[in-house]
């Protein structure tokens, strides 16, 4: 792809930042229609109009980046509101820790829902509840632990138990997964 140019680009600085319109990139592979640059130009915010970004909104800091609403309204309302009309939301912290903090957290999936830590994957809290509506499938490739400071409660309609404390067995009790 050839240089872009634009001789009609128009701006406005001061020794503390300038404000673009019509602004070449770095690359110079895009135009952006509206692009303010800080003192350190790693600090910006850029409306790419064409070329490899073209409709991105792209905001950097170097620093740390804060958003604050909701003083005036309701504690019932929306303050935050994120929405992709199309394609994916990923929130990334490629050296740190994602952290949601509320009163409570709600998370729903329309389809389905992964969970999944290279690690550990702790739950804990006064009560935990997990009901599956047709099935429930807990296993482990090692040790499955089941334990109580009081009370183990099984309750079903039909309970099928089998211990094999050999290896090579034929586990007869195989209704599927």
């Avoid at 792209?58 to 509101?81: A, N, R, W, Y």
């Avoid at 829902?113 to 499938?137: F, P, Q, S, W, Y």
């Avoid at 309970?159 to 090579?168: D, F, K, P, Q, Y």
């Amino acid at each position: 792809m050839s240089e872009k140019k634009n001789y009609w680009t128009q701006a406005i600085g001061t020794q503390d930042a300038v404000v673009q319109f019509g602004g070449i990139g770095l690359k110079k592979d895009v135009t952006s229609s509206y692009k303010i640059v800080a003192l350190d130009g790693r600090h910006y915010y850029s409306m790419d109009q064409d070329g490899p970004r073209q409709g991105y909104t792209t905001l950097v800091s170097p620093g740390v980046t804060q958003i604050q609403s909701g003083e005036d309204i309701d504690k019932d309302k929306i303050s935050i509101f994120v929405n992709a009309l199309t394609g994916h939301i990923d929130i990334l912290a490629e050296n740190g820790d994602i952290n949601m903090v509320g009163n409570n957290i709600n998370i729903k999936a329309n389809e389905n829902m992964t969970i999944e830590a290279t690690n550990n994957l702790d739950i804990e809290g006064k009560n935990v509840n997990i009901r599956g509506k047709c099935k429930t499938h807990i296993s482990a490739s090692t040790l499955l632990k089941l334990e109580s400071q009081s009370v183990v409660n099984f309750q079903a309609k039909f309970i099928v138990g089998l211990s094999i404390a050999t290896e090579n067995t034929t586990n007869y009790l195989n209704y599927g997964d």
